[in-house]
């Protein structure tokens, strides 16, 4: 993985982050300091941009490619939507990644890191920049939450549908019916056992 300083033209948003409506928290002046604290990130296929467990100041922007999401080693997601961001729960968290995220092909990424911003933006001087920092990650993370929704209730919707087709009530296996037993019904056979007792 190869690692840049991005310098965007001066004043300018790049075509592929114009695709990011969540930026339009940033005053332009402040989009311009995000943006110029930034590192381009170009990944080979396997590169690991993050790592589960570990601890990370960087929020990401994907700007080409596709990536592979991983938790405890099991694939979990793919990342392929220009513009989306990831990452951004850990750095507002302050806590560990929850999941490591691969490239699955030749990709790009911008990550811009928050505790570099609080640098040169202190959170005493400068309240009016971190509030739209965290109305940016509060954005993101209700447009994945009501994606996340969105998606569960179509696979409620598909199980329903396939326990409908098997004709299942939800919840209830199908029973197994039982085979008769061989020999004499049980009436005779008591009976029979009776007279065998008798004789």
């Known amino acids: 993985m190869k690692e840049f300083a991005y310098i965007p033209d001066e004043g300018q948003v790049p075509a592929v982050l114009q695709a990011v409506p969540l930026l339009d928290s940033f005053t332009e002046e402040q989009l311009d300091d995000v943006l110029n604290s930034t590192s381009l990130l170009q990944c080979d296929p396997g590169d690991v941009i993050i790592k589960e467990g570990t601890h990370g100041s960087r929020i990401y922007i994907l700007l080409s490619g596709s990536l592979d999401v991983l938790v405890g080693g099991k694939k979990v997601a793919c990342i392929t939507k220009v ?13 560990k990644r ?82 008769p037993k061989r020999g004499l019904p049980v009436r005779k056979h008591g009976r029979a056992l009776a007279r065998k007792r008798r004789a």
Do not use: W
């Open 83 to 95: 513009g989306d961001v990831f990452g951004e729960l850990a750095v507002v968290n302050q806590d």
């Open 98 to 179: 929850l999941a490591t995220v691969i490239a699955a092909e030749r990709s790009a990424c911008l990550a811009i890191d928050q505790k570099f911003l609080q640098d040169i933006h202190p959170r005493e001087e400068d309240p009016a920049f971190h509030a739209a920092l965290y109305e940016f990650v509060a954005r993101v993370t209700a447009r994945k939450l009501s994606l996340t929704s969105r998606r569960l209730a179509e696979l409620e919707k598909e199980v329903m549908r396939l326990q409908n087709v098997r004709g299942l009530a939800v919840g209830i296996p199908a029973k197994r019916k039982l085979k």
